[in-house]
């Protein structure tokens, strides 16, 4: 969805490095999520934010933290990266009068730890 | 806790042939259902989704799914599939006590011309 935008769309770094892996999205809604995805695991969901100081632990936390800076902006920072976290990182955006909480997705973030 | 299973993680058709997608869900409250499809090096996308009322669902390129509460079941199915359907095909569900979906494992289509 042309609303929700990753960046990079691609990394490679190597173990130990910090990364930053940015979303922003213009559809207004005031809730995000990052997943990753693995093949055979689907997605999992990493942390999830329902507004501007609402950030909450998802699934697979470990390893990850997370920064909402605005409303349209939620940022995914791997601290210490490595190897196993090499995966397709989606961040999802989802409106809170939807009452079924479809998820609008950004292009994916391939990212490889060396 | 809410969980999906998708029995089928690869799948192989023939152009013309028809499709069925098994998911189950664990969850024995209220749930939204949905069907997302992600077409070859692209994002997931929303093919259908169930809330309330029909059980039969009909959503984007002729796909359709079928919420049966007594199996706990969200079956994908379309009657005559295309190569452009290649794609991995991932079942969810939501409730509304958590506010959260969660995804299934994902289903691997892949139709051969």
């Known amino acids: 969805d042309a609303d929700v935008t990753q960046t990079p769309r691609n990394r490679i770094t190597k173990t130990g490095k910090r990364i930053m892996l940015e979303c922003s999205q213009t559809?207004?809604?005031?809730?995000m999520y990052w997943y990753r995805q693995d093949p055979g695991l689907g997605l999992r969901l990493i942390y999830y934010s329902f507004d501007v100081k609402d950030i909450n632990k998802g699934e697979i936390s470990d390893g990850y933290s997370v920064s909402r800076q605005a409303q349209a902006k939620f940022s995914l920072s791997l601290e210490s990266a490595i190897p196993n976290q090499t995966a397709l990182y989606f961040c999802?955006?989802?409106?809170?009068?939807?009452?079924?909480?479809?998820?609008?997705f950004g292009p994916g973030t391939r990212l490889t730890v060396l | 806790a809410q969980s999906v299973s998708q029995h089928n993680h690869h799948v192989i058709l023939s152009e013309a042939a028809s499709l069925e997608l098994g998911c189950n869900y664990s969850y024995g409250g209220t749930v939204n259902l949905f069907w997302y499809v992600q077409y070859p090096g692209q994002h997931l996308q929303l093919l259908l989704k169930y809330f309330s009322g029909d059980p039969l669902v009909k959503g984007i390129k002729g796909f359709e799914a079928e919420f049966i509460k007594s199996k706990f079941s969200f079956n994908l199915r379309k009657p005559s599939v295309q190569w452009s359907d290649t794609a991995e095909y991932f079942c969810a569900v939501s409730s509304g006590g958590y506010q959260k979906v969660t995804f299934g494992t994902g289903t691997k289509l892949q139709v051969i011309p």
């Open positions: 559809k207004g809604h005031d809730r």
């Open positions: 999802a955006t989802s409106d809170y009068r939807d009452p079924t909480d479809t998820q609008y």
